[in-house]
Protein backbone atom coordinates (compact mmCIF):
# COMPACT_ATOMS: atom_id res chain seq x y z
CA UNK A 1 0.00 0.00 0.00
CA UNK A 2 1.30 3.73 -1.00
CA UNK A 3 0.40 6.21 1.58
CA UNK A 4 0.38 9.70 0.04
CA UNK A 5 0.70 12.51 2.83
CA UNK A 6 -1.60 15.17 2.08
CA UNK A 7 -2.89 17.85 4.35
CA UNK A 8 -5.75 18.65 6.90
CA UNK A 9 -9.38 19.20 5.26
CA UNK A 10 -12.30 20.66 6.91
CA UNK A 11 -15.48 22.12 4.78
CA UNK A 12 -16.10 21.39 1.12
CA UNK A 13 -17.02 24.25 -1.30
CA UNK A 14 -18.81 23.64 -4.57
CA UNK A 15 -15.95 25.81 -6.86
CA UNK A 16 -19.10 28.55 -7.57
CA UNK A 17 -19.62 29.11 -4.05
CA UNK A 18 -21.97 27.91 -1.21
CA UNK A 19 -23.86 29.20 1.41
CA UNK A 20 -26.11 32.21 0.79
CA UNK A 21 -29.37 33.20 1.44
CA UNK A 22 -32.38 30.81 1.76
CA UNK A 23 -34.19 29.68 -1.67
CA UNK A 24 -31.81 32.45 -3.59
CA UNK A 25 -31.44 31.23 -7.17
CA UNK A 26 -28.55 32.21 -9.57
CA UNK A 27 -29.12 30.95 -13.10
CA UNK A 28 -25.52 31.38 -15.24
CA UNK A 29 -23.82 30.15 -18.36
CA UNK A 30 -25.85 27.07 -19.50
CA UNK A 31 -26.23 26.31 -15.60
CA UNK A 32 -29.42 26.62 -12.87
CA UNK A 33 -28.41 26.62 -9.52
CA UNK A 34 -30.46 27.45 -6.01
CA UNK A 35 -29.76 27.39 -2.44
CA UNK A 36 -32.20 26.49 0.19
CA UNK A 37 -31.67 26.20 4.41
CA UNK A 38 -32.61 22.74 5.67
CA UNK A 39 -31.19 19.80 7.20
CA UNK A 40 -29.34 22.58 9.93
CA UNK A 41 -27.11 23.69 6.60
CA UNK A 42 -27.30 25.10 3.56
CA UNK A 43 -28.28 23.04 0.26
CA UNK A 44 -27.18 23.83 -3.35
CA UNK A 45 -28.42 22.06 -5.95
CA UNK A 46 -26.83 22.71 -9.65
CA UNK A 47 -27.45 21.40 -12.85
CA UNK A 48 -26.41 21.97 -16.52
CA UNK A 49 -28.78 23.19 -18.11
CA UNK A 50 -29.30 25.31 -21.58
CA UNK A 51 -31.76 28.34 -21.66
CA UNK A 52 -34.61 26.19 -23.17
CA UNK A 53 -33.66 23.51 -20.64
CA UNK A 54 -34.15 26.10 -17.33
CA UNK A 55 -37.81 25.90 -16.85
CA UNK A 56 -37.52 21.60 -16.88
CA UNK A 57 -34.01 22.26 -14.42
CA UNK A 58 -36.18 24.90 -12.06
CA UNK A 59 -39.22 22.03 -11.70
CA UNK A 60 -36.26 19.24 -11.39
CA UNK A 61 -34.63 21.21 -8.64
CA UNK A 62 -37.59 22.15 -6.90
CA UNK A 63 -38.80 18.49 -6.68
CA UNK A 64 -35.30 17.47 -5.21
CA UNK A 65 -35.75 20.38 -2.69
CA UNK A 66 -39.04 18.71 -1.60
CA UNK A 67 -37.80 15.20 -1.42
CA UNK A 68 -34.62 16.35 0.57
CA UNK A 69 -37.37 18.18 2.91
CA UNK A 70 -39.67 15.33 3.06
CA UNK A 71 -36.48 13.49 4.39
CA UNK A 72 -35.35 16.29 7.09
CA UNK A 73 -38.93 15.91 8.56
CA UNK A 74 -39.04 12.27 9.11
CA UNK A 75 -35.55 12.22 10.56
CA UNK A 76 -34.86 15.49 12.00
CA UNK A 77 -33.50 14.74 15.73
CA UNK A 78 -34.30 18.82 16.32
CA UNK A 79 -37.59 18.43 16.45
CA UNK A 80 -40.70 16.39 18.38
CA UNK A 81 -43.02 16.37 15.77
CA UNK A 82 -41.02 13.43 13.00
CA UNK A 83 -41.60 9.93 12.88
CA UNK A 84 -38.31 9.37 14.38
CA UNK A 85 -38.91 11.54 18.11
CA UNK A 86 -42.52 9.21 17.83
CA UNK A 87 -39.83 5.99 17.38
CA UNK A 88 -37.86 7.53 20.20
CA UNK A 89 -41.11 7.81 22.13
CA UNK A 90 -42.68 4.62 21.30
CA UNK A 91 -39.98 1.90 20.50
CA UNK A 92 -39.93 0.03 24.14
CA UNK A 93 -43.69 -0.35 24.13
CA UNK A 94 -44.29 -2.04 21.06
CA UNK A 95 -42.52 -2.28 17.41
CA UNK A 96 -43.28 0.85 15.63
CA UNK A 97 -44.37 0.89 11.97
CA UNK A 98 -41.94 3.71 10.12
CA UNK A 99 -41.56 5.02 6.96
CA UNK A 100 -39.78 3.23 3.49
CA UNK A 101 -37.18 6.11 3.89
CA UNK A 102 -37.01 5.66 7.68
CA UNK A 103 -36.39 2.05 7.43
CA UNK A 104 -33.94 2.16 4.60
CA UNK A 105 -31.50 4.66 6.37
CA UNK A 106 -31.96 2.27 10.15
CA UNK A 107 -31.41 -1.12 8.43
CA UNK A 108 -28.42 1.05 6.22
CA UNK A 109 -27.47 2.35 9.64
CA UNK A 110 -27.29 -1.30 10.81
CA UNK A 111 -25.20 -2.58 8.16
CA UNK A 112 -22.80 0.22 8.57
CA UNK A 113 -22.16 -0.38 12.63
CA UNK A 114 -21.25 -4.08 11.60
CA UNK A 115 -19.01 -3.17 8.56
CA UNK A 116 -17.21 -0.40 11.48
CA UNK A 117 -17.17 -2.43 14.57
CA UNK A 118 -19.39 -0.56 16.01
CA UNK A 119 -18.36 2.87 15.72
CA UNK A 120 -20.93 3.88 13.95
CA UNK A 121 -23.85 3.53 15.64
CA UNK A 122 -27.05 5.73 15.41
CA UNK A 123 -28.53 4.39 19.11
CA UNK A 124 -25.60 6.87 20.37
CA UNK A 125 -28.55 8.93 21.54
CA UNK A 126 -28.74 8.96 25.66
CA UNK A 127 -24.37 9.95 24.97
CA UNK A 128 -25.25 12.57 22.45
CA UNK A 129 -28.00 13.94 24.92
CA UNK A 130 -25.72 13.11 28.34
CA UNK A 131 -22.33 15.15 26.41
CA UNK A 132 -24.83 18.38 25.06
CA UNK A 133 -26.17 18.98 28.51
CA UNK A 134 -22.55 18.72 29.91
CA UNK A 135 -21.48 21.22 27.41
CA UNK A 136 -24.73 23.34 28.50
CA UNK A 137 -23.71 22.83 32.58
CA UNK A 138 -20.50 23.03 31.66
CA UNK A 139 -19.52 20.41 34.18
CA UNK A 140 -18.24 17.19 32.92
CA UNK A 141 -20.56 13.73 32.81
CA UNK A 142 -19.61 11.30 35.87
CA UNK A 143 -18.15 8.14 34.89
CA UNK A 144 -21.21 6.77 36.43
CA UNK A 145 -23.77 8.51 34.20
CA UNK A 146 -21.22 7.48 31.03
CA UNK A 147 -21.80 3.68 32.13
CA UNK A 148 -25.41 3.98 32.66
CA UNK A 149 -25.85 6.12 29.36
CA UNK A 150 -23.99 3.43 27.61
CA UNK A 151 -26.21 -0.03 28.58
CA UNK A 152 -28.87 1.93 26.57
CA UNK A 153 -26.55 2.31 23.54
CA UNK A 154 -25.91 -0.66 20.63
CA UNK A 155 -27.36 -0.58 17.02
CA UNK A 156 -26.87 -4.52 16.11
CA UNK A 157 -27.74 -5.95 19.19
CA UNK A 158 -30.42 -3.53 21.17
CA UNK A 159 -32.46 -2.59 18.20
CA UNK A 160 -34.67 -4.88 16.03
CA UNK A 161 -35.99 -4.76 12.93
CA UNK A 162 -38.87 -6.17 10.91
CA UNK A 163 -38.18 -6.15 7.50
CA UNK A 164 -41.51 -7.20 6.18
CA UNK A 165 -43.81 -5.12 8.81
CA UNK A 166 -41.10 -2.63 8.21
CA UNK A 167 -41.21 -1.75 12.21
CA UNK A 168 -38.99 -0.94 14.73
CA UNK A 169 -38.19 -2.04 18.26
CA UNK A 170 -36.54 -1.31 21.17
CA UNK A 171 -34.83 -3.61 23.27
CA UNK A 172 -34.00 -1.59 26.45
CA UNK A 173 -35.92 1.18 27.57
CA UNK A 174 -34.85 4.72 27.25
CA UNK A 175 -33.06 4.18 24.44
CA UNK A 176 -32.90 6.98 21.15
CA UNK A 177 -32.08 6.73 17.82
CA UNK A 178 -30.02 9.40 16.48
CA UNK A 179 -29.41 9.91 12.64
CA UNK A 180 -27.41 13.07 12.38
CA UNK A 181 -24.28 11.19 11.07
CA UNK A 182 -26.27 9.72 7.82
CA UNK A 183 -29.45 11.46 7.12
CA UNK A 184 -27.92 14.43 5.08
CA UNK A 185 -26.11 11.41 3.46
CA UNK A 186 -28.93 9.93 2.15
CA UNK A 187 -31.25 12.88 1.42
CA UNK A 188 -28.59 14.13 -0.93
CA UNK A 189 -28.72 10.42 -2.41
CA UNK A 190 -32.51 10.64 -3.11
CA UNK A 191 -31.65 14.76 -4.44
CA UNK A 192 -30.03 13.16 -6.86
CA UNK A 193 -32.03 9.96 -7.88
CA UNK A 194 -35.07 12.94 -8.16
CA UNK A 195 -32.92 14.50 -10.60
CA UNK A 196 -31.83 11.82 -12.68
CA UNK A 197 -35.81 10.67 -12.76
CA UNK A 198 -36.20 14.30 -14.03
CA UNK A 199 -33.77 13.91 -16.89
CA UNK A 200 -30.98 16.12 -15.32
CA UNK A 201 -28.20 13.71 -15.04
CA UNK A 202 -25.35 16.77 -15.47
CA UNK A 203 -25.23 18.06 -11.62
CA UNK A 204 -24.22 18.73 -8.04
CA UNK A 205 -25.84 18.17 -4.52
CA UNK A 206 -24.26 20.13 -1.97
CA UNK A 207 -25.49 19.41 1.91
CA UNK A 208 -22.85 21.56 4.08
CA UNK A 209 -20.13 19.18 4.52
CA UNK A 210 -21.42 16.71 1.68
CA UNK A 211 -21.25 17.04 -2.10
CA UNK A 212 -22.44 14.33 -4.50
CA UNK A 213 -21.56 15.68 -8.33
CA UNK A 214 -23.24 13.45 -11.17
CA UNK A 215 -22.09 13.50 -14.94
CA UNK A 216 -19.97 16.12 -16.03
CA UNK A 217 -19.97 19.90 -16.03
CA UNK A 218 -21.32 22.67 -17.91
CA UNK A 219 -17.57 22.31 -20.12
CA UNK A 220 -18.24 18.83 -20.21
CA UNK A 221 -15.65 18.12 -18.26
CA UNK A 222 -15.49 16.66 -14.59
CA UNK A 223 -17.00 18.55 -11.99
CA UNK A 224 -14.09 19.90 -9.60
CA UNK A 225 -15.55 20.05 -5.97
CA UNK A 226 -12.93 22.46 -3.81
CA UNK A 227 -12.45 20.62 0.14
CA UNK A 228 -11.28 23.48 2.78
CA UNK A 229 -7.61 22.81 3.92
CA UNK A 230 -7.87 23.82 7.03
CA UNK A 231 -4.56 23.52 8.79
CA UNK A 232 -3.13 25.48 5.74
CA UNK A 233 -2.69 29.20 5.27
CA UNK A 234 -6.19 30.64 5.25
CA UNK A 235 -8.23 30.03 2.31
CA UNK A 236 -6.49 27.29 0.86
CA UNK A 237 -8.42 24.65 -0.89
CA UNK A 238 -7.60 21.23 -1.90
CA UNK A 239 -9.49 20.55 -5.34
CA UNK A 240 -11.32 17.20 -6.24
CA UNK A 241 -12.19 16.12 -9.50
CA UNK A 242 -16.05 14.31 -8.83
CA UNK A 243 -17.82 11.70 -11.33
CA UNK A 244 -20.74 9.55 -9.86
CA UNK A 245 -19.67 10.17 -6.26
CA UNK A 246 -19.93 11.63 -2.93
CA UNK A 247 -17.46 13.30 -0.80
CA UNK A 248 -18.46 13.81 2.69
CA UNK A 249 -16.49 15.28 5.68
CA UNK A 250 -17.05 14.90 9.31
CA UNK A 251 -14.89 17.01 12.53
CA UNK A 252 -15.17 19.01 15.04
CA UNK A 253 -13.94 22.08 13.29
CA UNK A 254 -17.12 23.56 13.31
CA UNK A 255 -19.83 21.73 15.95
CA UNK A 256 -17.88 21.16 19.51
CA UNK A 257 -18.51 22.07 23.27
CA UNK A 258 -16.50 23.25 25.39
CA UNK A 259 -15.90 22.15 29.01
CA UNK A 260 -13.46 23.74 31.12
CA UNK A 261 -11.41 25.09 28.24
CA UNK A 262 -11.30 21.88 26.28
CA UNK A 263 -12.93 21.35 23.07
CA UNK A 264 -15.20 18.38 22.89
CA UNK A 265 -16.11 16.93 19.67
CA UNK A 266 -19.52 16.30 18.53
CA UNK A 267 -18.94 12.81 17.59
CA UNK A 268 -19.31 10.12 20.23
CA UNK A 269 -17.05 6.99 20.54
CA UNK A 270 -20.09 4.35 21.60
CA UNK A 271 -17.27 1.78 22.53
CA UNK A 272 -16.06 4.38 25.22
CA UNK A 273 -18.98 6.68 25.76
CA UNK A 274 -17.01 9.74 24.94
CA UNK A 275 -16.16 12.13 22.34
CA UNK A 276 -13.59 11.53 20.12
CA UNK A 277 -10.26 12.85 20.20
CA UNK A 278 -7.68 13.78 18.07
CA UNK A 279 -9.91 13.69 14.83
CA UNK A 280 -10.19 17.09 13.50
CA UNK A 281 -11.46 16.53 10.09
CA UNK A 282 -12.25 13.31 8.31
CA UNK A 283 -13.03 13.42 4.21
CA UNK A 284 -14.41 10.32 2.51
CA UNK A 285 -15.13 9.95 -0.92
CA UNK A 286 -17.71 6.79 -2.01
CA UNK A 287 -20.04 5.93 -5.01
CA UNK A 288 -23.08 7.48 -2.55
CA UNK A 289 -23.82 9.67 0.21
CA UNK A 290 -24.89 7.83 2.74
CA UNK A 291 -22.01 5.75 2.73
CA UNK A 292 -19.51 8.75 2.51
CA UNK A 293 -21.84 10.03 5.35
CA UNK A 294 -21.54 7.15 7.79
CA UNK A 295 -17.91 6.13 7.28
CA UNK A 296 -16.97 9.74 7.78
CA UNK A 297 -18.24 10.05 11.03
CA UNK A 298 -17.29 6.37 11.79
CA UNK A 299 -13.56 7.43 10.75
CA UNK A 300 -13.67 10.20 13.35
CA UNK A 301 -14.15 7.14 15.69
CA UNK A 302 -11.82 4.74 14.15
CA UNK A 303 -8.45 6.96 13.47
CA UNK A 304 -7.09 6.39 9.94
CA UNK A 305 -5.22 3.10 10.93
CA UNK A 306 -8.17 0.90 11.80
CA UNK A 307 -10.70 3.14 9.57
CA UNK A 308 -8.42 2.26 6.21
CA UNK A 309 -8.06 -1.50 7.35
CA UNK A 310 -11.87 -2.03 7.62
CA UNK A 311 -12.51 -0.05 4.43
CA UNK A 312 -10.00 -2.38 2.62
CA UNK A 313 -10.98 -5.71 3.87
CA UNK A 314 -14.65 -5.01 2.88
CA UNK A 315 -15.44 -5.43 -1.17
CA UNK A 316 -18.34 -3.18 -0.73
CA UNK A 317 -16.26 -0.32 0.16
CA UNK A 318 -13.61 -0.77 -2.93
CA UNK A 319 -14.69 2.79 -4.44
CA UNK A 320 -13.94 4.64 -1.34
CA UNK A 321 -11.72 7.33 -0.22
CA UNK A 322 -10.55 7.81 3.48
CA UNK A 323 -8.69 11.34 3.36
CA UNK A 324 -7.54 11.61 6.97
CA UNK A 325 -6.33 14.58 9.09
CA UNK A 326 -5.77 14.02 13.04
CA UNK A 327 -5.02 17.19 14.83
CA UNK A 328 -3.16 15.79 17.77
CA UNK A 329 -1.22 13.14 15.97
CA UNK A 330 0.70 15.89 13.59
CA UNK A 331 -0.18 14.21 10.51
CA UNK A 332 -2.70 13.55 8.02
CA UNK A 333 -3.07 10.95 5.04
CA UNK A 334 -4.40 10.71 1.33
CA UNK A 335 -5.29 6.86 0.27
CA UNK A 336 -6.05 6.50 -3.41
CA UNK A 337 -8.52 4.21 -4.14
CA UNK A 338 -5.94 1.68 -6.20
CA UNK A 339 -4.04 1.43 -3.04
CA UNK A 340 -6.75 -0.16 -0.79
P1 LIG B 1 -21.36 13.90 11.12
O1 LIG B 1 -21.27 15.38 11.17
O2 LIG B 1 -21.93 13.34 9.85
O3 LIG B 1 -20.10 13.22 11.50
O4 LIG B 1 -22.46 13.47 12.20
C1 LIG B 1 -22.31 13.78 13.56
C2 LIG B 1 -23.62 13.58 14.23
O5 LIG B 1 -23.94 12.17 14.26
C3 LIG B 1 -23.59 14.00 15.69
O6 LIG B 1 -23.99 15.35 15.81
C4 LIG B 1 -24.60 13.06 16.32
O7 LIG B 1 -25.91 13.51 16.04
C5 LIG B 1 -24.38 11.78 15.53
N1 LIG B 1 -23.31 10.91 16.08
C6 LIG B 1 -22.36 11.21 17.02
N2 LIG B 1 -21.55 10.15 17.22
C7 LIG B 1 -21.97 9.17 16.39
C8 LIG B 1 -21.53 7.83 16.14
N3 LIG B 1 -20.46 7.31 16.76
N4 LIG B 1 -22.20 7.10 15.22
C9 LIG B 1 -23.28 7.62 14.58
N5 LIG B 1 -23.73 8.87 14.76
C10 LIG B 1 -23.10 9.64 15.66
MG1 LIG C 1 -21.71 11.54 8.94
Known sequence: MKR???FAFASLVLLSGCGGKSATTAPSSNLYKATKEMMGTFVTITVVATDAEQPKAQQAVANAFDRMRRIE???????????LAHVNREAFAAPVRVSDDTYEVIRAS?????????????????LVKLWEEAGKTGKLPAD???KEALTRVGAVDKLKLDDKEKTVRFMVRDMSIDLGGIAKGYAVDKAIEVLRAEGMNNAVVQAG???????????????????RNFFRANGH????ELENMDVATSGDYERFVTIDGRRYSH???PRTGRPVEGASSVSIIAKDGATA????????????????????KNDRYKDCQLLFAGCTQGFSDYLAPENN
Open 110 to 126: IQFAKDTEGAFDITVGP
Open 73 to 83: DLMSIHRDDTE
Open 237 to 240: FERL
Open 267 to 269: IID
Open 209 to 227: GQVTAIGRNADGKKWLVDV
Open 4 to 6: FVF
Open 144 to 146: AEI
Open 293 to 312: DAWSTAASVLGFNKATELLR
